[in-house]
């Protein structure tokens, strides 16, 4: 990510309408790619560049390079408005985006998009107008704005239409609804800003039946978590409403919503690493500036937020570059914040989604909830491992889905420390979990035909207990994968496998199984930053119509 300053810029936002940025992918390696030219407004000449080497020009690639410059822009212009700075840059992009945008809906948009205006999805036009809008509000009655007043409007009538069409089409609870509910609010706090007037709209975007309150209801479980049960969308939703609240006194937001917060918090590490559980980015820079928002905009609503760790990790996985936006968003509420202090981690903690076990420095997660709809992956009963910095076996989140191939790859059960039956994926399914004590077991039938299968996962003394039992109604390979993303050594010591898991944090496991059992290390895909980074995994594998594996995990030594 190209730096930002709080100096007047010398480039210009792209000329042009944008694209999909899940196309910004190289398609031979599968990494998203590099973040080059953005504050230049010019596609780099010769095409942008991977990791690996190659330049990538293709259309889609350049569409996809103006939809993050343009974002790119929309912050930095937010940025300079702290500073009574950026009135001329908002003025010049509402001419631009009316003249790209005077034609209606983007013509290039996928057959299954909601098509946007300025972007391909009406969902990236909410994501780049939110900021824009908020910019819009600081600077209001210290410059003349007059002229982003058709864009504004404009905003606030394509957030009614998209949000319409989702309630049409039955799709409220979608993660799209919120972002277009906080267009509506913000953009049209915004006009009202520069015209001044009061704002009218909080029935229709807010409090009403279709507003943000009604969305988090319905979008969410009593437990907090998003019914996606993606870290990352459920950040993108929280983030949505947090950002419709400025102005709004927490006292008066549903409790949901600081559910939400605590339940984002009950899974991250002691050092803040957040699981990247079903679709969303392992790493990348973008997502740890929306956690950083989330963290300045959750500790001015509650003061249990419990996600000091979180921002600390994201602060250092941007670097040097950080522009400090985020510390500037002081007074954001028009109330205190709601009084609470961060729940103690217990040694388990049940959601509807995971099982948080915690034991002798170990942090697990097993997945045991609803599939998640079209972001959900097919890791039913994985157990992904953490020390507090270090990600031994981690969920290896998903690449841009641009890129079919990979994308599919990272959705399977292959990619996942979970059981596969005959090497194939399971179909979509639910377990049932169950608590006794320290203990958690998840049961799971169906999702293989004649298939039954519960994984119990122990807080023990010091160590975390794993034990898989598989029936099944024939003879079948009947496989436990490891996908550990750090240095990964086994060893067969008699009817033992030992393992040793390095990191910051040195991870020691002990391994016995029933029946016929044979252990494999194969090479394979690291986690989804990067498809090309080879990891030690290991397959232990039973033919048969039975088979039961346990595990016994201890940080630092047997």
């Not at 702290?82 to 809906?105: H, I, N, P, V, W």
């Not at 507090?388 to 998903?398: F, I, K, R």
């Amino acid at each position: 990510m190209a730096p930002l300053t709080e100096q007047p810029p010398s480039g210009h936002p792209p000329s042009g309408r944008g694209g999909w940025w899940h196309q910004y992918v190289c398609p031979a390696h599968g990494v998203e790619l590099d973040h080059v030219g953005f504050e230049t407004g010019e596609f780099p000449a010769g095409g942008v560049p991977c990791k690996y080497g190659c330049r990538v020009e293709t259309e889609a690639v350049r569409g996809a390079w103006r939809v993050l410059a343009h974002h790119w822009w929309a912050r930095r212009i937010r940025l300079l408005s702290y500073d009574g700075q950026g009135a001329d840059l908002l003025t010049s992009y509402a001419r631009l985006y009316l003249e790209l945008t005077k034609e209606g809906e983007h013509e290039q948009a996928q057959g299954w998009m909601q098509r946007g205006r300025l972007f391909h999805q009406a969902l990236t036009d909410a994501v780049w107008g939110v900021p824009i809008a908020h910019a819009v509000r600081t600077l209001a009655g210290t410059a003349d704005l007059s002229e982003t007043l058709p864009m504004l409007d404009d905003m606030v009538d394509g957030a009614r239409r998209a949000r319409d069409a989702m309630v049409a089409q039955d799709k409220f609870s979608s993660n799209y609804t919120a972002w277009f509910n906080a267009l509506g609010v913000t953009a049209g706090q915004a006009a009202t800003a520069v015209r001044g007037e009061a704002w009218d709209g909080e029935k229709e975007w807010l409090t009403g039946e279709h507003g943000q309150f009604a969305h988090l209801e319905v979008s969410t479980g009593e437990d907090g978590w998003e019914w996606e049960a993606s870290t990352y969308y459920h950040g993108f939703v929280l983030r949505a409403y947090l950002l419709s609240l400025r102005g709004h006194d927490p006292a008066a937001v549903p409790d949901r919503l600081e559910a939400m917060i605590a339940a984002l918090a009950g899974i991250a590490t002691d050092d803040g690493i957040l699981p990247a559980l079903h679709d969303g980015p392992y790493l990348r820079v973008p997502l740890a500036l929306e956690w950083l928002e989330i963290v300045a905009l959750a500790r001015q609503f509650t003061t249990g937020h419990g996600l000091d760790a979180v921002a600390s990790r994201a602060r250092a996985e941007v670097g040097p570059t950080y522009d400090g936006l985020e510390d500037r968003y002081d007074g954001w509420f028009a109330g205190p914040p709601r009084s609470g202090k961060p729940r103690e981690p217990e040694a388990v903690e049940l959601t509807n989604s995971y099982a948080v076990i915690r034991a002798g420095g170990i942090h697990a997660v097993l997945d045991h909830g609803p599939h998640g709809g079209s972001h959900g992956h097919h890791d039913k009963l994985a157990l992904y491992l953490y020390g507090a910095t270090t990600p031994w076996q981690p969920d290896p989140g998903q690449v841009p889905y641009g890129h079919a191939e990979w994308r599919r790859y990272y959705k399977s059960a292959a990619a996942h420390p979970t059981i596969r039956i005959d090497g194939v994926d399971p179909a979509e399914a639910t377990g049932v979990v169950t608590r006794d004590g320290a203990s958690v077991s998840a049961e799971i039938s169906g999702w293989y035909d004649g298939v039954r299968a519960i994984r119990t996962v122990t807080a023990g003394n010091g160590e975390l207990i794993d034990e898989v039992r598989v029936e099944a109604d024939r003879d079948r390979e009947i496989v436990l994968q490891f996908r550990p993303d750090v240095d990964f050594a086994v060893q067969v010591v008699g009817d033992e496998v030992h393992t040793v898991w390095s990191g910051a944090e040195v991870l020691h496991g002990r391994h016995v199984a029933e029946g016929n059992a044979v252990s494999v290390t194969r090479p394979g895909p690291g986690p989804a930053d990067d498809p090309q980074r080879t990891r030690i995994g290991l397959d232990w594998t039973v033919v048969g119509t039975t088979a039961t594996f346990r595990s016994v995990y201890r940080v630092g030594g047997h």
